[in-house]
């Protein structure tokens, strides 16, 4: 035989239940977080920050890893990072809000070959000798 509990929770909120629901904004650090771990061999250097503007209804996420997740977090053309970037946009949308997604990422690995691989200095190409008129 089933059991009934003693209390069923109403179904709807209450009308301050409503109102604090409406004014809290969703957790978008903690939805981009969840989004990109997946992806991190290295979860632990995951850092997620989010600024809410309330006066110009924007938010602001920006997200930094190590170099070496780079590849796997952005995916092949920028697949993955477009998908959280498209679902961030949706929650910030229901919520009456515009979200934009910055990526960072150590570039330890890169600054190392770049002080090995000095840039060549740029050289403009010979311009073409003009015949003179006579």
Do not use: W
């Not at 003693?6 to 209450?14: A, G, R, V």
């Amino acid at each position: 035989m089933l059991a009934v509990p003693d209390q069923i929770p109403p179904l709807l909120p209450s009308s301050d239940e409503a109102i604090d629901e409406a004014t809290s904004s969703p957790d978008y650090a903690g939805l981009v977080r969840f989004l990109a771990l997946p992806f991190l061999e290295s979860p632990e250097s995951l850092r997620v920050d989010c600024e809410i503007s309330p006066r110009t209804s924007r938010v602001l996420v920006r997200v930094a890893f190590e170099g070496e997740d780079k590849g796997r977090v952005f995916g092949r053309g920028g697949r993955n990072i477009q998908a959280i970037r498209t679902v961030l946009q949706a929650v910030a949308q229901s919520a009456g809000r515009m979200a934009h997604l910055e990526v960072f990422g150590s570039s330890s690995l890169d600054r190392e070959e770049s002080e090995e691989r000095p840039n060549p200095p740029r050289v403009a190409p010979p311009r073409p000798v003009r015949p003179q008129a006579q």
